[in-house]
């Protein structure tokens, strides 16, 4: 019967383990930060757009005063 763990004799059967760990790490960071950044931009375009609607109800508004 094969045993539930299996710890190698050899340590050198973990180095591909822990170059695949590395490496799937290392991606998982960087796909973090593109969706970091991509959010702050999405943020920033978005204030301006909450700005431009704002604006533009403010001056409709003293529109609709000016005209009683």
Do not use: G
Request: net charge negative; no cysteine.
């Amino acid at each position: 019967m094969m045993p539930f763990l299996y710890f190698p004799e050899d340590k050198t059967e973990y180095i591909p383990a822990l170059i695949m760990l590395l490496i799937f790490m290392l991606l998982a960071f960087i796909v973090y930060k593109l969706v970091k950044k991509y959010s702050r931009n999405e943020e920033k375009k978005m204030k301006e757009f909450e700005e431009k609607v704002l604006e533009r109800l403010e001056h409709e508004e003293q529109e609709r005063n000016n005209k009683n």
